[in-house]
């Protein structure tokens, strides 16, 4: 597809569950972002990737969350033993390497978790 | 004190009014001052960026940067309901390559 494509798109689960949400960014782009977006709320920063490593991941909350890039394509954020504080909308973004030096990002629809 | 202050709204105007948003910034070192235009359920996508101070125009879009107030501000003229959405500043230090947003703005255009 042409724009940033998050799965699954709602995602209900029990407090203390595994949970796992997809990225794939636009083709060819070398950067990808993970943010967190509570209602009310602007999107607040995750972690940003370069490539295959994590060139920040100072906005993860702690260590129940995890996230990889294995191939440098495709993202997964991963959050173990859910809370109900974890419900939010997370927003994946991908940018060109010339543009995310400008802040230029494409954002994904979101995966919209709720823990019950 | 958060990085970045923006008033929450909600804002309802009636069509072709102008419309005006702010947002406030502690640090100095934001380098790249963008607004981004989020629909309901959906993610935020960019409508316009500014680099120094001064105004940038796109059409019904005008961007204004104040870097001694530290104050950015989005004009719409005639707006449209098609505009109703939250308007998020957000701002970009080059080293970090991380995005700071504001809370965002509701606004709601009535026809």
């Known amino acids: 597809g042409a724009g940033v494509s998050q799965t699954p798109s709602n995602k209900v689960t029990e407090k203390g569950k595994y949970v796992e949400l997809r990225c794939d960014p636009i083709?060819?782009?070398?950067?990808l972002y993970w943010y967190r977006q509570s209602l009310g709320q602007g999107p607040e920063f995750l972690i940003y990737f370069q490539g295959t490593g994590a060139a920040d991941d100072s906005g993860l909350p702690n260590d129940r969350f995890f996230a990889v890039r294995p191939e440098g394509s495709v993202s997964t954020l991963k959050i173990q033993r859910t809370e109900r504080g974890d419900s939010a909308m997370y927003l994946c973004?991908?940018?060109?390497?010339?543009?995310?030096?400008?802040?230029?990002?494409?954002f994904g629809e979101g995966s919209r978790l709720t823990v019950l | 004190q958060k990085e970045v202050e923006q008033d929450p709204g909600p804002l309802s105007v009636p069509e072709g009014a102008i419309v005006s948003l702010n947002c406030t910034y502690s640090?100095?070192?934001?380098?790249?001052f963008m607004w981004y235009r989020q629909y309901s359920r959906k993610g935020p996508e960019l409508l316009m960026y500014?680099?120094?101070?001064g105004n940038k125009e796109d059409g019904r879009f005008t961007a204004q940067v104040d870097k001694s107030s530290k104050y950015i501000s989005l004009f719409i003229r005639d707006s449209q309901p098609s505009d109703s959405a939250t308007y998020l500043c957000?701002?970009?230090?080059?080293?970090?390559?991380?995005?700071?947003f504001g809370q965002g703005t509701e606004l709601s255009v009535k026809p």
């Open positions: 083709s060819g782009h070398t950067a």
């Open positions: 957000a701002l970009f230090y080059n080293q970090g390559g991380k995005l700071i």
């Open positions: 640090n100095s070192a934001f380098q790249y």
């Open positions: 500014t680099y120094s101070s």
């Open positions: 973004a991908s940018s060109t390497q010339a543009r995310e030096n400008t802040g230029e990002l494409f």
